[in-house]
């Protein structure tokens, strides 16, 4: 087709005609090319986003999602090299027309981004390709990084936590083991005790009868064998504690009763220590929510070792009295040595002993220890308030049976 003749009779200037055309439809164009580049990062934030695709997966979606953001999609190949992987568009194959960038992560190389066309087009800005394909290449190869530096966390997080579970599956199995070990043991040694025990009681028995000097040593076994037996209830309880398998009886119950239900042992504490035992009880208390038998055995072991390191011809105090609207506080203080601040924290750890003067404590160090399991058992706190030289209180709360008439 002939151009239209202008004024001064020459052929139309369709070249420039054409040129506007094209300068007007060059934003729609441009803004056409961004929004491919866009769909393009936002397919690869939603692979991203799914937990569910392994890395696998989400790479070989990346290099899916890369040809349609370039300008000749149709003739676009993209392939995502790793060490030892690869993933491509179905139509990858390496051209002389190729863009190629390093994935870095934590500063090292560990692959390589292409995008090649097929065929040969006009030359760009680079070889054929555009400016802004350029850019983002390198958004590209930052966003894979990214990717790939994130599965790898999540990867290492998965394996630490697939050992941590076999690692407590085992440690569990362990425990068991031992518990079920510890139970037979306490059988085995609580069999000839108890009959030990049973013997002993009877021969006293016989001594209150009849007299006798094998009564009275009858009785220094009975003692021992109590002892013992004490002891080792005791550390099989820990054990208990130690795996939650340690259960209380709870019921409402009267602070007056919880306090008297020891009252012949702490009788027979007094005497054998020269001390007097003081039982204070504030009348407005409530009752509690407790296993009776239970913080019988809390009470007697803080009075046993208030006697234990208690001054002969000092007192030793149980009290009890409101801690709070909904608690309880019983305190068992002595005018004994004292315990030093750096060792109240770490009295309640099992095995931990406090030597006074030198000696050695002896005893097992458990006794505290099943105190504040069995107090934390029921809802309480336990801690201890001492100075040197000037004795020790222990304290422990119990909770309210009915929030409160304070
Ligand atoms: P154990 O089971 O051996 O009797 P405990 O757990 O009852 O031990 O006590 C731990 C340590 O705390 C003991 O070695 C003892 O020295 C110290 N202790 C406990 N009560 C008192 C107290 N009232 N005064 C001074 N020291 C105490």
Same mark, same amino acid.
């Given at each position: 087709?002939?151009?239209?003749?202008?004024?001064?009779?020459?052929?139309?200037?369709?070249?420039? !005609?054409?040129?506007?055309?094209?300068?007007?439809?060059? /934003?729609?164009?441009?803004?056409?090319?961004? &929004?491919?580049?866009?769909?393009?990062?936002?397919?690869?934030?939603?692979?991203?986003?799914n937990r569910e695709l392994a890395i696998e997966e989400i790479l070989k979606g990346v290099a899916d999602l890369i040809p349609p953001a370039w300008q000749y999609p149709e003739i676009t190949g993209a392939r995502i090299s790793l060490k030892k992987r690869?993933?491509?568009?179905?139509?990858?194959?390496?051209? /002389?027309?190729?863009?190629?960038? /390093?994935?870095? &992560?934590?500063?090292?190389? !560990?692959g390589t981004l292409e995008v090649c066309y097929l065929q040969e087009k006009p030359f760009a800005y680079e070889g054929p390709f555009l400016k802004e394909e350029k850019e983002l290449i390198h958004v590209l190869v930052e966003r894979l990084g990214n990717i790939i530096e994130y599965k790898n966390a999540e990867n290492s997080i998965r394996s630490l936590y697939e050992r941590e579970k076999k690692l407590r599956k085992k440690l569990q199995k362990e425990m068991h083991s031992r518990v079920d070990f510890s139970r037979k043991l306490i059988h085995e040694l609580k069999t000839p005790l108890t009959s030990l025990m049973a013997t002993s009681q009877y021969l006293l028995l016989l001594e209150q009868t009849q007299g006798s000097e094998l009564g009275k040593a009858a009785g220094l076994v009975w003692e021992g064998a109590n002892r013992l037996n004490t002891r080792i209830e005791e550390l099989h309880d820990v054990i208990k504690g130690e795996v939650g398998t340690l259960k209380l009886n709870l019921k409402?119950?009267?602070? &007056?009763?919880?306090?008297?239900?020891?009252?012949?042992?702490?009788?027979?504490?007094?005497?054998?220590?020269?001390?007097?035992?003081?039982?204070?009880?504030?009348?407005?208390? /409530?009752? !509690?929510?407790?296993?009776?038998?239970?913080?019988?055995q809390v009470l007697l072991n803080l009075v046993n070792n208030a006697c234990k390191y208690a001054s002969e011809g000092k007192r030793v105090i149980i009290r009890a009295t409101w801690d709070s609207a909904s608690t309880v506080k019983i305190e068992v203080r002595d005018h004994?040595?004292?315990?030093?601040?750096?060792?109240?924290? !770490?009295?309640?750890?099992?095995?931990?002993? &406090?030597?006074?003067?030198g000696e050695s404590p002896g005893g097992l160090g458990i006794g505290l220890t099943l105190c504040k399991m069995l107090v934390s058992l029921h809802g309480g706190r336990i801690w201890v308030e001492s100075k040197l030289g000037h004795g020790s209180s222990f304290f422990f709360t119990l909770p309210v049976a009915n929030e409160s008439k304070k």
């Open positions: 087709m002939k151009g239209k003749p202008t004024s001064n009779g020459g052929p139309a200037k369709k070249i420039a !005609v054409n040129t506007d055309k094209t300068q007007l439809l060059r /934003p729609n164009h441009d803004l056409f090319e961004r &929004v491919k580049e866009l769909n393009c990062l936002y397919g690869i934030s939603r692979l991203m986003e690869q993933f491509q568009t179905n139509n990858f194959r390496e051209t /002389p027309w190729e863009q190629k960038e /390093p994935i870095i &992560v934590s500063g090292s190389e !560990v409402p119950s009267a602070i &007056v009763h919880l306090l008297s239900s020891m009252a012949e042992e702490t009788r027979a504490l007094a005497r054998d220590h020269g001390i007097s035992i003081n039982i204070e009880a504030d009348q407005s208390l /409530p009752d !509690v929510i407790a296993d009776p038998e239970r913080i019988r004994g040595p004292g315990i030093a601040k750096d060792k109240q924290r !770490v009295l309640f750890k099992p095995g931990y002993q &406090v030597s006074h003067g």
